[in-house]
C-alpha cells in the first residue's frame, strides 16, 4: 500500500450526478463543523497533556485541569465524532435508498442545533458550569435537551428517507443508522432523568451511559457508514451480509448488558459487575463478526487498495476495532482490573477505540466519499501525511500513556506511597504530549483536505458524469 | 437463519431496536439504579450545609473528581484510603463522585487522613509547596495576595519563597469553602 505519491484516478470517483446539489451541501457542511470541532477539542486535549507534566503552563482559572479536561472529551465526541459520522450516514440513508436525502434543511437545523450545543457546552465548561464529574453528561439540562432534539431530527430525516426508498431492501448499513438513531435519544434521556439517580443509583446510570454512548452510537454509526463506503470503494460486495446482520442483532443483546464493567469492586452490586465482566466477552462475537467482515471485504481487492487514499485508513480503523474492543473486555476481567482500573490505562483504552477506531473510520468515508460528492480531491500527498501523522501520533500515545497506566498500577499494587505513581507516569506524559502534538498537526493536515474537497459555487464545470455502480 | 420480514420493513427494524434497547436500558440501568438508591445513609451522617456544601460546589466546578476518586474498593491498596465503600455511603451525595481515575490519590476519608486546614489552604494555592512532585493545578485564583492580612483574613501559611515577595496569601471565600468541604470528607464507622 503505497500511500505518498500515488496516482489516484478512479473511474467511480467523479461526482455522482444522482446526488442533489442539496444533499451534498449538507453533507459537507456536517464534515466541515465536525473538523472545526475536531482542532478545538484536540487542541484543548493538547493542553489538557502538557499541564500534566508542566502543572504551571496556562495557569488560568477557565484552562484548568479539571475544566478542560471535559471540554476535550465532549468536544471531541459529541462535535467531532458523531457530526463527522452523522453527515456521511445522513448521505450514505440517502444513496442507498436509492433517493435524495428526505428534508436538507431539516439536516441543517439538526446540524445547527447540534454546533450550539457543543459551543454552550464548551463555554459552559470553561466556565466552571456543570453537573459535576459524571462522564460526558457533565453540560446543563437545557444544553442536553438542545443536543438530544438535533439527534431526534436528525434521525427522523434519515427515517423518513429509508421510508421513502425505490428499493424494497434496508440494506445493511441502514440497520445500524437506524439503530443508532433509535439508541441515542433513549439513552440520552435515560442519563438525564433524575427520578431513579440519587445516591449510588447514578452511578449505576453512569456506568451504562458512558458505555453504551460508544457501543450504541459511534460503534453504530461507523460500522454502518463502513457497510456502505468499503464496499464502495473496492468495488465488491460485503463478504458475508447475513454476519452484518448477526452483527446488529448481537451487538443491540450484548452491548446494553457491560455498562457496569467501568465500576468493577465498587458498590455497585455483583450481580451486574459480573453479567458486564460475562458479556465483556460475549462483546467478541460482534466485534470479530463486524471487523472479520469488513476486512475479509478487502479479499481480492488489493488493486483498488493501492490506489485510494481512503481505503487505508478503513484498515487501521477495523484493526482498531477489533484491537480496543479486545481490550476491553481483557480490562473487564477482575484480575486484570485489579491492576489496571483508575490507572491511564483507561485513558489509552478509550483513544485507541475514539480515535484508533472511530476517527479512522470517519477519516476514510470523508476522504472515500466527499471527493465523489464535490467532484473535488485533496492533494494525495497531504492525505498520506494526515494519516502517517495521525498513526504516529496515536501510536505514541496509546503506547506511552497505556505504559504510564501498568506502571501506576504496580506501584499502587506495591503498596508504595502514592506520590511514586505520579514520579513513574511523568515521564511517559511527555511522550503523551508529543503523540498529540503529532495528533493535532495531522488535523491542521485535515482541515487543509476538507477545504480542498469542497464543494464550489453552483455553475463552475461539472465534472463529467460518473458511474452509478450499485454495490449497495 | 432467516431474518423474515426485517429486511423490507424498516418500520419492524425500527420498533424492534428501540424496545430491545429500552427493555435492557431498564433491566441493566433504570431498576438496579432505583434499588440502589434507595439504600439509607449511615446512623449519624447527616447531609452537609453551609461552608461544606459550598466547598462541594466549588470541588465539582474544579472538576476535582476528574483525578481524584471517591471510593474504597475491598483489594489491599485500597486500604490507606479507608474501609471498603458500601451503597448507603453514597445516599446523601448528588451526584455521588465515585470517579474512574486516579490521577491523584483517592478523597473517601481525606478529612481524617490529613485534618489540618492549615496544610490544605497552603496544598491548594501551591501544590507543590508542600508536595514537590505533584502535578495538581495551583488553584491560586480563589486566594488574594495582600500587603498585610486584615482583621478576620485566613491566611495561608506559604513558605516565603513560594509567595509573591512581601506578600501575605489570604484565602477567597471558596477556599475557605473547599477546606471545610475536603475536612467533611471523613468514612462514617459501620457495623463490617
Given at each position: 500500500m503505497t500511500l505518498i505519491g500515488m496516482q489516484l484516478r478512479n473511474p467511480g470517483l467523479p461526482a455522482t450526478t444522482s446526488v442533489d446539489p442539496a444533499t451534498v451541501r449538507v453533507t459537507f457542511e456536517y464534515v466541515a463543523c465536525a473538523t472545526v470541532w475536531l482542532l478545538v477539542g484536540t487542541v484543548i486535549g493538547l493542553i489538557a497533556s502538557i499541564k500534566l507534566h508542566w502543572p504551571e503552563f496556562l495557569p488560568l482559572a477557565w484552562l484548568s485541569f479539571g475544566r478542560v479536561r471535559p471540554v476535550h472529551t465532549n468536544t471531541v465526541l459529541l462535535g467531532?465524532?458523531?457530526?463527522?459520522?452523522?453527515?456521511?450516514?445522513?448521505?450514505?440513508?440517502?444513496?442507498?435508498?436509492?433517493?435524495?436525502?428526505?428534508?436538507?434543511?431539516?439536516?441543517?437545523?439538526?446540524?445547527?442545533?447540534?454546533?450550539?450545543?457543543?459551543?454552550?457546552?464548551?463555554?459552559?465548561?470553561?466556565?466552571?458550569?456543570?453537573?459535576?464529574?459524571?462522564?460526558?453528561?457533565?453540560?446543563?439540562?437545557?444544553?442536553?435537551?438542545?443536543?438530544?432534539?438535533?439527534?431526534?431530527?436528525?434521525?427522523?430525516?434519515?427515517?423518513?428517507?429509508?421510508?421513502?426508498?425505490?428499493?424494497?431492501?434496508?440494506?445493511?448499513?441502514?440497520?445500524?443508522?437506524?439503530?443508532?438513531?433509535?439508541?441515542?435519544?433513549?439513552?440520552?434521556?435515560?442519563?438525564?432523568?433524575?427520578?431513579?439517580?440519587?445516591?449510588?443509583?447514578?452511578?449505576?446510570?453512569?456506568?451504562?451511559?458512558?458505555?453504551?454512548?460508544?457501543?450504541?452510537?459511534?460503534?453504530?454509526?461507523?460500522?454502518?457508514?463502513?457497510?456502505?463506503?468499503?464496499?464502495?470503494?473496492?468495488?465488491?460486495?460485503?463478504?458475508?451480509?447475513?454476519?452484518?446482520?448477526?452483527?446488529?442483532?448481537?451487538?443491540?443483546?450484548?452491548?446494553?448488558?457491560?455498562?457496569?464493567?467501568?465500576?468493577?469492586?465498587?458498590?455497585?452490586?455483583?450481580?451486574?459487575?459480573?453479567?458486564?465482566?460475562?458479556?465483556?466477552?460475549?462483546?467478541?462475537?460482534?466485534?470479530?463478526?463486524?471487523?472479520?467482515?469488513?476486512?475479509?471485504?478487502?479479499?481480492?481487492?488489493?488493486?483498488?487498495?493501492?490506489?485510494?487514499?481512503?481505503?487505508?485508513?478503513?484498515?487501521?480503523?477495523?484493526?482498531?476495532?477489533?484491537?480496543?474492543?479486545?481490550?476491553?473486555?481483557?480490562?473487564?476481567?477482575?484480575?486484570?482490573?485489579?491492576?489496571?482500573?483508575?490507572?491511564?490505562?483507561?485513558?489509552?483504552?478509550?483513544?485507541?477505540?475514539?480515535?484508533?477506531?472511530?476517527?479512522?473510520?470517519?477519516?476514510?468515508?470523508?476522504?472515500?466519499?466527499?471527493?465523489?460528492?464535490?467532484?473535488?480531491?485533496?492533494?494525495?500527498?497531504?492525505?498520506?501525511?494526515?494519516?502517517?501523522?495521525?498513526?504516529?501520533?496515536?501510536?505514541?500515545?496509546?503506547?506511552?500513556?497505556?505504559?504510564?497506566?501498568?506502571?501506576?498500577?504496580?506501584?499502587?499494587?506495591?503498596?508504595?506511597?502514592?506520590?511514586?505513581?505520579?514520579?513513574?507516569?511523568?515521564?511517559?506524559?511527555?511522550?503523551?504530549?508529543?503523540?498529540?502534538?503529532?495528533m493535532v498537526g495531522s488535523h491542521v493536515v485535515f482541515a487543509v483536505n476538507v477545504w480542498s474537497m469542497r464543494p464550489r459555487a453552483v455553475g463552475a464545470p461539472a465534472p463529467a458524469p460518473g458511474m452509478v455502480r450499485s454495490t449497495a | 437463519m432467516s431474518f423474515g420480514g426485517l429486511h423490507t420493513d424498516h418500520r419492524a427494524i425500527v420498533v424492534a431496536a428501540i424496545i430491545v434497547f429500552f427493555v435492557l436500558s431498564l433491566v441493566m440501568a433504570v431498576l438496579p439504579a432505583l434499588r440502589q438508591q434507595a439504600f439509607p445513609a449511615p446512623p449519624g451522617v447527616t447531609p452537609r450545609t453551609g461552608d461544606a456544601e459550598r466547598g462541594r460546589q466549588v470541588y465539582m466546578r474544579e472538576g476535582c473528581g476528574f483525578c481524584h476518586t471517591q471510593f474504597v474498593r475491598d483489594l489491599p491498596m485500597d486500604r490507606p484510603y479507608g474501609r471498603a465503600s458500601q451503597p448507603g455511603d453514597f445516599a446523601l451525595e448528588n451526584p455521588p463522585m465515585l470517579g474512574t481515575q486516579r490521577t491523584g490519590p483517592d478523597l473517601t476519608d481525606v478529612g481524617t487522613r490529613q485534618p489540618s486546614d492549615a496544610w490544605h489552604l497552603i496544598h491548594l494555592y501551591d501544590p507543590r509547596a508542600v508536595v514537590p512532585q505533584s502535578v495538581m493545578p495551583a488553584y491560586r485564583w480563589y486566594f488574594e495576595e495582600k500587603d498585610q492580612a486584615g482583621p478576620g483574613d485566613v491566611v495561608a501559611a506559604v513558605p516565603p519563597d513560594r509567595a509573591p515577595p512581601g506578600k501575605v496569601i489570604v484565602a477567597g471565600p471558596e477556599a475557605k469553602a473547599l477546606v471545610a468541604y475536603l475536612l467533611s470528607l471523613k468514612q462514617a464507622k459501620v457495623a463490617p
Open positions: 467531532w465524532s458523531s457530526l463527522a459520522l452523522v453527515g456521511p450516514a445522513l448521505y450514505v440513508v440517502a444513496r442507498t435508498s436509492r433517493v435524495s436525502l428526505w428534508s436538507p434543511r431539516l439536516a441543517r437545523l439538526a446540524l445547527w442545533l447540534w454546533n450550539l450545543a457543543v459551543l454552550g457546552g464548551l463555554v459552559t465548561l470553561l466556565a466552571g458550569v456543570n453537573r459535576g464529574p459524571q462522564e460526558y453528561r457533565e453540560w446543563v439540562w437545557p444544553l442536553a435537551v438542545i443536543m438530544a432534539a438535533a439527534v431526534l431530527i436528525a434521525g427522523y430525516v434519515a427515517y423518513r428517507t429509508v421510508a421513502a426508498r425505490t428499493l424494497p431492501e434496508v440494506y445493511v448499513s441502514n440497520w445500524y443508522i437506524l439503530g443508532a438513531f433509535c439508541y441515542l435519544p433513549i439513552l440520552y434521556v435515560i442519563s438525564y432523568l433524575p427520578f431513579y439517580q440519587a445516591g449510588l443509583g447514578n452511578t449505576v446510570v453512569q456506568g451504562y451511559y458512558m458505555h453504551n454512548a460508544m457501543g450504541m452510537w459511534f460503534t453504530q454509526l461507523a460500522l454502518g457508514v463502513s457497510y456502505y463506503a468499503i464496499p464502495r470503494l473496492l468495488g465488491r460486495p460485503i463478504y458475508s451480509y447475513a454476519l452484518g446482520v448477526l452483527g446488529f442483532w448481537t451487538n443491540l443483546l450484548f452491548y446494553p448488558l457491560i455498562g457496569a464493567h467501568h465500576f468493577i469492586f465498587s458498590p455497585v452490586p455483583w450481580w451486574l459487575q459480573s453479567v458486564a465482566i460475562l458479556f465483556s466477552v460475549g462483546m467478541m462475537v460482534p466485534v470479530w463478526a463486524g471487523t472479520g467482515n469488513l476486512l475479509l471485504t478487502f479479499k481480492g481487492g488489493g488493486a483498488a487498495l493501492r490506489r485510494s487514499y481512503a481505503l487505508p485508513f478503513f484498515i487501521v480503523g477495523l484493526i482498531g476495532y477489533a484491537f480496543s474492543s479486545t481490550q476491553g473486555t481483557i480490562e473487564a476481567f477482575r484480575s486484570a482490573n485489579i491492576y489496571w482500573h483508575f490507572t491511564n490505562f483507561t485513558v489509552g483504552h478509550s483513544h485507541a477505540a475514539m480515535y484508533g477506531f472511530i476517527a479512522f473510520i470517519a477519516w476514510g468515508v470523508v476522504y472515500g466519499l466527499v471527493p465523489r460528492l464535490t467532484g473535488h480531491e485533496p492533494n494525495p500527498l497531504a492525505v498520506g501525511v494526515h494519516f502517517w501523522l495521525a498513526l504516529v501520533g496515536v501510536l505514541t500515545y496509546v503506547i506511552s500513556i497505556s505504559t504510564a497506566g501498568v506502571l501506576q498500577g504496580f506501584s499502587w499494587v506495591a503498596g508504595q506511597s502514592f506520590i511514586a505513581s505520579v514520579i513513574a507516569a511523568e515521564p511517559l506524559w511527555l511522550w503523551r504530549t508529543i503523540g498529540g502534538l503529532l | -
